[in-house]
């Protein structure tokens, strides 16, 4: 679950040769995708950012959270550029006013809030903390780096890759 809490964010920085802004390709249009099957043209997640000004963004994430059912979590959180990183809160609000939807199809609130809970239980270890990413190159491609409260989590290194607006990928198993 603490890879979905780290998805959620949305949150990429470059850590080779560090750009002033890592999140430039954004604002082209560009978005991430995390975990990327290149065959099926599909990612674990997507993220998108929205410059808000002063290295201040919002992060649209979509994260696949269940498999069988093809359930996905939509969220939207701001982030901002520290020191050449991607740094971001896991808030309650954040996982309360995200979307859920199975097979596509929106849940109404009241039928979302069963499920948003449970992530919000399962995150309860992020929340209120500051999680950073950076990537680096690789020969697979980038690969994300997560920071929480300044503590490496290696167990949480992703392949990421930017994506334009029509390459058509979407997030699914």
């Known amino acids: 679950m603490l890879s979905l809490g780290l998805a959620l ?3 990429v920085a470059a850590a080779d040769s ?3 802004n890592p999140l430039l390709p954004a604002e082209s249009g560009n978005v991430q ?6 065959a099926k043209k599909t990612c674990r997640s997507i993220s998108s950012y929205h410059p808000l000004g002063d290295q201040q963004y919002s992060s649209t994430t979509t994260v696949l959270i269940s498999r069988m059912s093809s359930m ?4 939207t959180s701001p982030v901002e550029i520290k020191n050449g990183a991607i740094c971001g809160l896991v808030t309650p609000n954040d996982i309360a006013t995200s979307k859920v939807r199975i097979a596509d199809r929106l849940l109404d609130p009241t039928e979302a809030k069963p499920y948003l809970e449970t992530i919000q239980k399962s995150l309860k270890a992020l929340i209120g903390k500051e999680v950073c990413s950076t990537y680096v190159s690789s020969p697979e491609g980038l690969i994300s780096k997560v920071t929480v409260n300044g503590a490496y989590r290696a167990n949480t290194d992703e392949l ?3 994506i334009g607006p029509s390459e058509s990928y979407t997030v699914a198993p």
């Open 9 to 11: 964010l949305g949150a």
């Open 18 to 20: 560090a750009p002033e």
């Open 33 to 38: 995708c995390y975990e990327p099957d290149e």
């Open 72 to 75: 996905t979590l939509e969220t």
């Open 160 to 162: 990421m890759k930017w």
